[in-house]
Structure formats: C-alpha cells, structure tokens
T-cell receptor, first 115, second 108 residues
Framework: GAGVSQSPRYKVAKRGQDVALRCDPISGHVSLFWYQQALGQGPEFLTY????????KSGLPSDRFFAERPEGSVSTLKIQRTQQEDSAVYLC?????????????FGAGTRLSVL | KNEVEQSPQNLTAQEGEFITINCSYSVGISALHWLQQHPGGGIVSLFM???GKKKHGRLIATINIQEKHSSLHITASHPRDSAVYICAVSKRTDKLIFGTGTRLQVFP
C-alpha cells in the first residue's frame, strides 16, 4: 500500500487479556517507531526498529509490552495482561533512512480500550 | 517540565484570520517537526526544519535555534484547518519528543 497501515483500528480488551497490534510500514522504509497517545495528550515514544533490530526500547512502560519486527518490515506490538492504564491510541510511524533526517509517516493508529 | 512546550493549548479563530502557534524546547535538537492531527485520524507531517523558515501554501514555519523557539503560522485561515497541531523535536536519533498539541478551531 501507499501509506502506513495499522490493524485493527479499534480493539476492546478485558483487563488481563493479551493483545497484538500490527503495523505495515511503507515498503522500503528502514526505520519503524511505535508511539502511545493517551487521551488529550501528545504521543510518547515506545520503541524504535532499524530493519529487524530493536535499537531503542526505552519508552516501553513495563515488561508487559513487547515489540518485534522479525523480517524488517511488518511489526507487532504485544501487550500482555492488559490493564486499564494501557487504554490509548497506539501509533506506528516509518521513515526511509536512519542516516539522514527524514520525516516520519504515521498510520491511523489502533485505539485500545481496556475494560 | 516537559522538554517541548506549546502555546496556546486551545485556539479559536474566525475564517480569514492569521494564526500563530508557538513551540519552545529545552534540549539540543537535530530537527523540529510540525504535525497535524485531525480528530479520529492519523498524524500528518507538515514541516521538518533545523534552521530558518519553510513555507507550504498558507502554512509557514520558522525556527530560532539560539532561542530554542519555533512558530507555525497559518495565513487566511479556513474551517478545514481545524485540527490539533503538534510540535515535536528529534535529537540524535530520529525518535520524536512531542508537545501536547494546540487544538485549533476555525469558524466560518
């Protein structure tokens, strides 16, 4: 596709359930970012991949959060034993080249509601 | 204190008005970004700049590196400009540090 695609768009989970959020970046984009956006707030960085390597996971809020990008394209963000405070929009972004300044292209996000 | 501060938080304007949104940051940066987010929609990058001024249509972005300050201007505002405008900075790596956004509503 032409843009960054995220699925599902909406996810409702019961507290304690595991969820998996998918991101399809723009083809050929080396860098992939995950951000978390709570209601009324600006997005916050979660993790960053360069191809399949997870170079920065400093923003993951707990060890319940796990991200992977095994073949350097599609990425999955997994949240285990979801809690109410995990409710947010999860945004994925990709950019072409980590070695020069590039704009990031964002997906529409996955809105997660934990009941 | 947040590393990126925006003002105002909320802004209303009449169609045709000139609009300014301000952004201040407290860290060394490699680039500053202005982004637009429509309700329920994704985020679109408007500008990435590290010095001077950029213009695209009715939008103008400026940055003063010494003062750690940037402004986004919208000339001849229109109701379709209504959105949240977010300032973000990137440092050594490309990960973005975001401000909390400015919600703009332009009325006809």
């Amino acid at each position: 596709g032409a843009g960054v695609s995220q699925s599902p768009r909406y996810k409702v989970a019961k507290r304690g359930q595991d969820v998996a959020l998918r991101c399809d970046p723009i083809s050929g984009h080396v860098s992939l970012f995950w951000y978390q956006q709570a209601l009324g707030q600006g997005p916050e960085f979660l993790t960053y991949f360069q191809n399949e390597a997870q170079l920065d996971k400093s923003g993951l809020p707990s060890d319940r959060f796990f991200a992977e990008r095994p073949e350097g394209s599609v990425s999955t963000l997994k949240i285990q034993r979801t809690q109410q405070e995990d409710s947010a929009v999860y945004l994925c972004a990709s950019s072409l080249d980590p070695f020069s300044k590039n704009i990031q292209y964002f997906g529409a996000g996955t809105r997660l509601s934990v009941l | 204190k947040n590393e990126v501060e925006q003002s105002p938080q909320n802004l209303t304007a009449q169609e045709g008005e000139f609009i300014t949104i301000n952004c201040s940051y407290s860290v060394g940066i490699s680039a500053l970004h202005w982004l637009q987010q429509h309700p329920g929609g994704g985020i679109v990058s408007l500008f990435m700049l590290s010095s001077g001024k950029k213009k695209h249509g009715r939008l103008i972005a400026t940055i003063n590196i010494q003062e750690k300050h940037s402004s986004l201007h919208i000339t001849a505002s229109h109701p379709r400009d209504s959105a949240v405008y977010i300032c973000a900075v990137s440092k050594r790596t490309d990960k973005l540090i975001f401000g909390t956004g400015t919600r703009l509503q332009v009325f006809p």
